[in-house]
């Protein structure tokens, strides 16, 4: 999820400013993200997301928000740590992202709304998809790039 664009379509970068100060201030911000990498916890066009602020060094699991040196906006979750930081991975993606420093963390993710359903992060029904939907799609992920490669090769 690396676009953003508010409900009244403004950009998330216009808005930056003001979404600092807040979580600054211990409060939490609510937008709409624009991306596949993080399905199927948060659908393009049909979700929105509530980013609180980081009251204590993330852990793995834990979705966050940051904002990477080139200004890119991005909410991916957590998938270790080494000596360069944060090891980073949508749910809906292969490829790790390595060296997420603490200093380009924006926020956490705390909860996630569809249609008139809230998934608070620290709510039961989030702990179920973390235990028993993710570990299913990551499979998932894995087995539609294996595919993919051996269609290719078929169509060769």
């Known amino acids: 999820m690396s676009s ?11 808005l930056f400013p003001i979404i600092e100060e807040k979580l600054k201030l211990g409060g939490s911000v ?8 993080m399905r199927p916890l948060i659908r393009q066009g049909k979700d929105s997301v509530t980013v609180g602020t980081l009251d204590k060094n993330p852990k793995t699991g834990d979705v966050i928000f940051y ?8 909410l991916h979750r957590i998938v270790g740590e080494d000596k360069n930081g944060y090891i980073l991975c949508g749910d809906n993606q292969r490829i790790l992202e390595h060296g997420v420093k603490q200093e380009w963390i924006i926020g956490i993710l705390t909860a996630v709304s569809r249609k008139d359903r809230i998934l ?11 235990k028993a939907v993710l570990p299913v799609w990551r499979i998932w992920v894995r087995l539609r790039g294996i595919l993919g490669a051996v269609k ?3 169509k060769k």
């Open 67 to 74: 904002r990477r040196p080139d200004g890119q906006f991005v």
């Open 152 to 154: 290719r090769k078929i």
């Open 4 to 14: 953003f664009q508010s409900k009244k379509g403004v950009r998330l970068e216009e």
């Open 120 to 130: 608070e992060c620290s709510g039961k029904s989030y702990k179920l998809y973390l």
């Open 30 to 37: 609510t937008f709409r993200p624009h991306g596949v990498s």
